[in-house]
């Protein structure tokens, strides 16, 4: 079982909203660093968004920045990602990874822990 499991991808039209999130499955490793990265077919892994324990830090990609949200959810030890005025481009596998210690470039090999995705698409 991989280490982080996420859900509440699926399918919705342009201009609509999703809510993702991302759970633990196990607790034997420490946060520093939580974020969401997506991959489409064909294409590189791209980061979406990141939040830091400690200090509640968000950092967004320019492609999401003013339509998605990150946050915790301190009752389940989780993250959410809220995603409003979806658009096409927004179709991706979207994967929750996270990082024992702070990163510095917010790039994908900054994390060690990850899930195994769960499918968003936007029909246009």
């Known amino acids: 079982q991989a280490p982080l499991v996420e859900s509440g991808g699926g399918l919705e039209q342009t201009g609509g909203s999703l809510k993702l999130s991302c759970i633990p499955s196990t607790r034997t490793f420490s946060v520093s660093s939580m974020a969401w990265f997506r991959q489409a077919p064909g294409k590189e892994r791209e980061f979406v968004a990141a939040i830091d324990w400690s200090e509640d830090y968000t950092h967004y990609g320019d492609s999401v920045k003013g339509r998605f949200t990150i946050s915790r959810d301190n009752a389940n030890n989780a993250i959410n990602l809220q995603m409003n005025n979806l658009k096409p481009e927004d179709t991706a596998t979207y994967y929750c990874?996270?990082?024992?210690?702070?990163?510095?470039?917010?790039?994908?090999?900054?994390?060690?822990?990850w899930g195994q995705g769960t499918q968003v698409t936007v029909s246009s």
């Open positions: 990874a996270a990082s024992s210690y702070l990163v510095v470039g917010y790039t994908a090999e900054e994390y060690a822990y």
